[in-house]
């Protein structure tokens, strides 16, 4: 059970009768939780509660609230009390809150900001001129940083006087007198060595940084790749930024998941948690897609109609449509699921087109048969003849190997004239190869039935 719901409604009494006790209550309390607590009050009471409790406190909680909660709180909390909370706050969460804000109550906030810490009002200007899916926006300002002519022991002091306000001091960044990043030392290395050591002989020269313009999710792979807690941003000129961390990867990997996911469900990316999210948001984010896959399958009654003839020739074939264009869609989900994937995590680049293609067609003729003799025996069975047996063999294999072939592709080209794969989604792919499943279908049989359906027409005329 959720500890909000265990002291939340002890929360909102104290709140009411004794205000100055909720500090007490919190004192032992993971931040975590805190956030938690907070969002099963009300704005009045969140606000309330964060007021009474110490800056450092309050910071601790509010960036670890939803973003839409956060603009929520802001009128709430007057600009004087947001302002003191946001100077506890680590530089980016701090930089993501006046991305969040409305123009008007961002720009309040900063003059506010400037007024009370005219650092972090700077640290908000450095981080926010990055775009936000971009390192720069994702970094933090806060780091050790040592200078390349300190010894183990000046390194450690300066750990002493600044660890408390950084996220991460696991590394030390050793700069040259311009700001250079020329090496990184690790805390272990420093705190075992001869403290008259030279940071130079305990640091690592060949460091793995990123640039301010790369992607957030080159970032998060970059992290993955190299096992670290921190990746530094340097510039062009190789001066040290800011550094990323490892839980603000975290995010960006649960973020992006979840972008993709909506996307691949054929719903526009909804920032929000569920329940935070409005009805008409909801409305808003999923009729458009529902409403173009809707169109999309305008052409699958389109091509019914055209083989109407053929329908009303040879009845039973009717029989099997669904079992066909259902084979065809799930073949096609199944492969842009796996491309999707594997371009996300960068196992998949445009120049394995080829290769790509060449796998699923291979198994979608595998596959295919596999479909093709379970489909046979289930043709046999409702007794309609080996020739429509022949037929629907013949159709799985081939909606199959296109399905396949579509599934696998269509990401690729997405991605390859400049946009997302993810929109290749699955239901999106289902209607194209709903459609083309049907062409495929009555084109094989009015070539294998042709016998049939001219004997059909003959007595109909």
Same mark, same amino acid.
């Given at each position: 059970m959720r500890l909000a719901h265990l002291i939340g409604p002890e929360m909102k009494d104290l709140l009411h009768e004794d205000p100055e006790q909720v500090v007490d209550l919190l004192d032992e309390v993971h931040a975590e939780d805190l956030a938690d607590v907070v969002l099963e009050l009300d704005d009045r009471e969140a606000g309330e509660l964060l007021?009474?409790?110490?800056?450092?406190?309050?910071?601790?909680?509010?960036?670890?609230?939803?973003?839409?909660?956060?603009?929520?709180?802001?009128?709430?909390?007057?600009?004087q009390s947001t302002a003191r909370i946001a100077t506890e706050m680590s530089a980016d969460d701090r930089a993501d809150l006046f991305s969040a804000l409305p123009e008007d109550v961002g720009?309040?906030?900063?003059e506010t900001l400037e007024k009370v810490d005219p650092e972090a009002a700077e640290e908000v200007e450095q981080i926010a001129r990055w775009p936000a899916t971009s390192a720069g926006h994702l970094m933090t300002t806060d780091f050790i940083a040592v200078g390349a002519s300190d010894t183990a022991a000046e390194a450690i002091e300066r750990i002493r006087t600044h660890g408390?306000?950084? &996220?991460?001091?696991n590394y030390l960044y050793v700069?040259?007198? +311009?700001?250079? %990043?020329?090496? =990184?030392?690790? !805390?272990?290395d420093v705190l075992i060595a001869d403290p008259k050591a030279s940071i130079l002989s305990l640091m690592m020269e060949n460091v793995i940084t990123v640039a301010p313009e790369d992607d957030q999710?080159?970032?998060?792979?970059?992290?993955?790749?190299?096992?670290v807690q921190a990746l530094p941003v340097v510039d062009s000129a190789g001066k040290l930024l800011g550094i990323i961390t490892v839980d603000d990867v975290m995010d960006v990997v649960t973020a992006?998941?979840?972008?993709?996911?909506?996307?691949?469900?054929?719903?526009?990316?909804?920032?929000?948690p569920y329940f935070?999210?409005?009805?008409?948001?909801?409305?808003?984010?999923?009729?458009?897609?529902?409403?173009?896959?809707?169109?999309? &399958?305008?052409?699958t009654g389109?091509?019914?109609?055209?083989? +109407?003839?053929? %329908?009303?020739? =040879?009845?039973? !074939?009717?029989?099997?449509?669904?079992?066909?264009?259902?084979?065809?869609?799930?073949?096609?989900?199944?492969?842009?699921?796996?491309?999707i994937r594997g371009m996300a995590v960068g196992e998949i680049r445009l120049r394995d087109w080829y290769r790509v293609l060449v796998r699923e067609m291979s198994q979608g003729v595998v596959l295919g048969l596999i479909l093709a003799a379970v489909g046979t025996v289930r043709v046999l069975m409702w007794r309609d003849g080996i020739t429509m047996a022949s037929l629907i063999a013949a159709t799985l294999v081939c909606i199959t190997v296109m399905g396949c072939t579509v599934g696998s592709m269509l990401p690729l080209v997405i991605k390859r004239v400049g946009f997302d794969p993810a929109t290749s989604s699955a239901p999106f792919i289902a209607s194209l190869v709903d459609v083309l499943g049907l062409v495929i279908y009555f084109n094989l049989a009015k070539v294998l039935l042709a016998q049939v359906l001219s004997a059909a027409q003959q007595m109909a005329r």
């Amino acid at each position: 059970m959720r500890l909000a719901h265990l002291i939340g409604p002890e929360m909102k009494d104290l709140l009411h009768e004794d205000p100055e006790q909720v500090v007490d209550l919190l004192d032992e309390v993971h931040a975590e939780d805190l956030a938690d607590v907070v969002l099963e009050l009300d704005d009045r009471e969140a606000g309330e509660l964060l007021k009474r409790l110490p800056a450092e406190a309050a910071a601790d909680i509010f960036e670890r609230l939803p973003e839409g909660r956060q603009e929520a709180l802001v009128p709430l909390l007057g600009m004087q009390s947001t302002a003191r909370i946001a100077t506890e706050m680590s530089a980016d969460d701090r930089a993501d809150l006046f991305s969040a804000l409305p123009e008007d109550v961002g720009e309040a906030l900063l003059e506010t900001l400037e007024k009370v810490d005219p650092e972090a009002a700077e640290e908000v200007e450095q981080i926010a001129r990055w775009p936000a899916t971009s390192a720069g926006h994702l970094m933090t300002t806060d780091f050790i940083a040592v200078g390349a002519s300190d010894t183990a022991a000046e390194a450690i002091e300066r750990i002493r006087t600044h660890g408390k306000d950084v &996220e991460v001091i696991n590394y030390l960044y050793v700069l040259s007198d +311009d700001g250079r %990043l020329i090496g =990184v030392a690790s !805390l272990r290395d420093v705190l075992i060595a001869d403290p008259k050591a030279s940071i130079l002989s305990l640091m690592m020269e060949n460091v793995i940084t990123v640039a301010p313009e790369d992607d957030q999710e080159a970032v998060a792979r970059m992290i993955q790749k190299y096992d670290v807690q921190a990746l530094p941003v340097v510039d062009s000129a190789g001066k040290l930024l800011g550094i990323i961390t490892v839980d603000d990867v975290m995010d960006v990997v649960t973020a992006e998941h979840t972008e993709d996911v909506h996307r691949m469900a054929g719903v526009q990316p909804i920032e929000d948690p569920y329940f935070e999210t409005t009805f008409w948001t909801f409305i808003k984010k999923r009729a458009g897609w529902l409403l173009a896959l809707f169109v999309s &399958e305008f052409f699958t009654g389109t091509a019914l109609r055209h083989y +109407d003839q053929v %329908l009303q020739s =040879v009845s039973q !074939l009717a029989f099997y449509v669904p079992l066909l264009i259902s084979t065809g869609g799930n073949s096609g989900s199944q492969s842009s699921t796996l491309v999707i994937r594997g371009m996300a995590v960068g196992e998949i680049r445009l120049r394995d087109w080829y290769r790509v293609l060449v796998r699923e067609m291979s198994q979608g003729v595998v596959l295919g048969l596999i479909l093709a003799a379970v489909g046979t025996v289930r043709v046999l069975m409702w007794r309609d003849g080996i020739t429509m047996a022949s037929l629907i063999a013949a159709t799985l294999v081939c909606i199959t190997v296109m399905g396949c072939t579509v599934g696998s592709m269509l990401p690729l080209v997405i991605k390859r004239v400049g946009f997302d794969p993810a929109t290749s989604s699955a239901p999106f792919i289902a209607s194209l190869v709903d459609v083309l499943g049907l062409v495929i279908y009555f084109n094989l049989a009015k070539v294998l039935l042709a016998q049939v359906l001219s004997a059909a027409q003959q007595m109909a005329r």
